[in-house]
Nanobody
Framework: QVQLRESGGGLVHPGGSLRLSCAAS????????VHWYRQAPGNERELVAL???????RYADSVKNRFTISRNNAKNTVYLQMNSLKPEDTAVYYC?????WGQGTQVTVSS
């Protein structure tokens, strides 16, 4: 069974960038789609981006043209490059593969 671990979160000023990583172990990662979700306090968890096994991607409207999801199957890792960050991007970010979730990484955008 796949296990997931996110990293790369932190505090950044508005307009800044972060790259999140989702490292997988214990399964055949490359054949599955991987999703990034986020959850802000008081809000529902929402889908941010996904990448399918073939590399096609989909994004929430709120992050289009700012965030880029990519994968390196040789490293069993999926990335979320986040540019032009806004305070409303502040949330805990989770990756998901099949029914497995990571533990989340906090992203805070604040001046």
């Amino acid at each position: 069974q796949v296990q997931l671990r996110e990293s790369g979160g932190g505090l950044v000023h508005p307009g800044g960038s972060l790259r999140l990583s989702c490292a997988a172990s214990g399964g055949i990662f490359s054949i599955y789609s991987v999703h990034w979700y986020r959850q802000a306090p008081g809000n529902e968890r929402e889908l941010v981006a996904l990448i399918r096994s073939g590399g096609s991607t989909r994004y929430a409207d709120s992050v289009k043209n700012r965030f880029t999801i990519s994968r390196n199957n040789a490293k069993n890792t999926v990335y979320l490059q986040m540019n032009s960050l806004k305070p409303e991007d502040t949330a805990v970010y989770y990756c998901k593969c099949q029914e497995t979730w990571g533990q989340g990484t906090q992203v805070t955008v604040s001046s």
